[in-house]
């Protein structure tokens, strides 16, 4: 059983259904990834998942794990008694500052840090998940995907040596995720309550795109690829949603 249906959760489940073993995917929210991308995008992830015998129970959380000695059962919110030999939890995460008390360095929501990774501390830099970045534009952001982390050595180290860097934090930001034979792709920074517009379907790969007040915000893609990627400009220059959707 795989308790959580974000990114990990669903690909801890597509990486057991690929080895044979029988997977109940638990989500209290109404679909998988729905926090992030939606509840009509997160259904069709549960599409994916239960086209490849996943059993996704969405909308029921868990109440109990019982066993002696090892996980035997799995009771959920609605009743349900679900027999387990092993429970993954893949139900998010929270930075870890608490260490830093004390430290004077600024935490909120994860290490302050400005255009660069510097910290409130001297000689004090931070990057990855931990590192709440500024961008240039004044927008701040903590993405918790490793080719976040690329980016930023690139502005990192040249600022550390004393030298300009060339580049910038990922802008709009990109993480994939593969799941069975699909890579789900994900561009800028959607949102659950943006207006979903859903651009291509046939069933298994899909495309749409993430609209709020007026603009394209975010793009994400179920083996489209090439049309994930190729609104990357358009999302960085806030390219209007009726321009992105001329027929």
Known sequence: MVIGAGFIGCEAAASLRKLGVDVVLVEPQPAPLAAVLGEQIGELVARL???????????????????????ETVVLADGAELPADLVVLGVGSRPATEWLGGSGIDVDNGVLCDLTGRTSAPNVWAVGDVAFWRGRGGHETRVE????????????????????????????PYFWSDQYDVKIQCLGEPQATDTVHLVEDDGHKFLAYYERDGVLVGVVGAGRPGKVMGARAKIATGAPISEVLIP
Request: charged content about 20%; cysteine-free.
């Open 49 to 71: 998942h239960r086209a490849n015998g996943v059993d996704v129970r969405s909308g029921v959380g868990v109440a109990e794990v019982r066993g002696d000695g090892r996980v």
């Open 145 to 172: 995907h490793w080719s976040n982390v690329v980016t930023q050595v690139r502005v990192m180290v040249p600022t550390m040596l004393g030298r300009e860097s060339l580049h910038d934090v990922a802008v709009p």
